[in-house]
């Protein structure tokens, strides 16, 4: 399995402009996660789906960010605009149905992104 | 609801000494606990993981960690470190109840010469 995948790797863009993030989860996993990590505010969760349907998005920072899950395998992470303080490294992670004995997530190498 | 504590943002240890980073959990339901690594410009990966059962579980590379009940702790542990071993952990608690996983702050572990 070629593991959960994300492009681009990096993305420079500015301020103001569009981003969209991608995501391919591990084929057979029902969970999706969005995070952001940062210096400062280290490893947050942003949003994740269960069965494509998003359960909890509590941590979207404000209404710029999106996301959505069309199918099972596919997600995109959009933000419009972007703004300099969104510049951080951004992971997508996948696992079989949360809650379940083998929740472990798989991480994505991440997306490094900066705004200037 | 669920927490995790790791008790020290940065531990400094010499290779070949054991290795000791501090987890305190808490949850209203059975806990599933888990030790992430993350090397430098990588996504995190699973080290080990507590579901049920045998409280002592062996991971990668060596490392283990012990689920202790009366504790709320999941310490993880390695006899010698080597220099490869240097990175940021972190530790995590999930549930059969749990939607999710909770992740702590991480600890930057660094091997001195």
């Known amino acids: 399995d070629a593991g959960v995948i994300q492009s681009p790797r990096h993305e420079v863009t500015e301020m103001g402009q569009e981003v969209t993030l991608r995501c391919k989860p591990i084929?057979?996993?029902?969970?999706l996660f969005w995070y952001r990590q940062t210096m400062m505010r280290g490893l947050e969760l942003l949003i994740y789906?269960?069965?494509?349907?998003?359960?909890?998005d509590s941590g979207m920072p404000e209404d710029r960010f999106s996301a959505k899950m069309p199918n099972a395998s596919f997600s995109t992470l959009k933000i419009q605009p972007s703004e300099p303080r969104d510049s951080a490294v951004y992971f997508c992670a996948s696992s079989e149905l949360a809650g379940g004995p083998n929740n472990e997530q798989f991480f994505g190498p991440g997306t490094r992104l900066t705004v200037l | 609801a669920q927490s995790v504590t790791q008790l020290g943002s940065h531990v400094s240890v010499s290779e070949g000494a054991l290795v000791l980073l501090r987890c305190n959990y808490s949850?209203?339901?059975?806990?599933?606990l888990f030790w992430y690594v993350q090397y430098p410009n990588q996504g995190l990966q699973l080290l080990l993981k507590?579901?049920?059962?045998?409280?002592l579980v062996k991971g990668i590379n060596g490392f283990e960690a012990e689920f202790k009940k009366s504790e709320t702790s999941f310490h993880l542990t390695k006899p010698s470190a080597h220099m490869s071993d240097a990175a940021e952990y972190f530790c995590?608690?999930?549930?059969?109840?749990?939607?999710?996983?909770?992740f702590g702050s991480g600890t930057r572990l660094s091997i001195r010469p």
């Open positions: 995590a608690v999930g549930g059969s109840s749990a939607s999710k996983i909770i």
């Open positions: 084929s057979g996993h029902n969970s």
């Open positions: 949850s209203s339901v059975p806990p599933y």
């Open positions: 789906f269960n069965n494509n349907v998003p359960i909890d």
């Open positions: 507590y579901t049920t059962g045998a409280t």
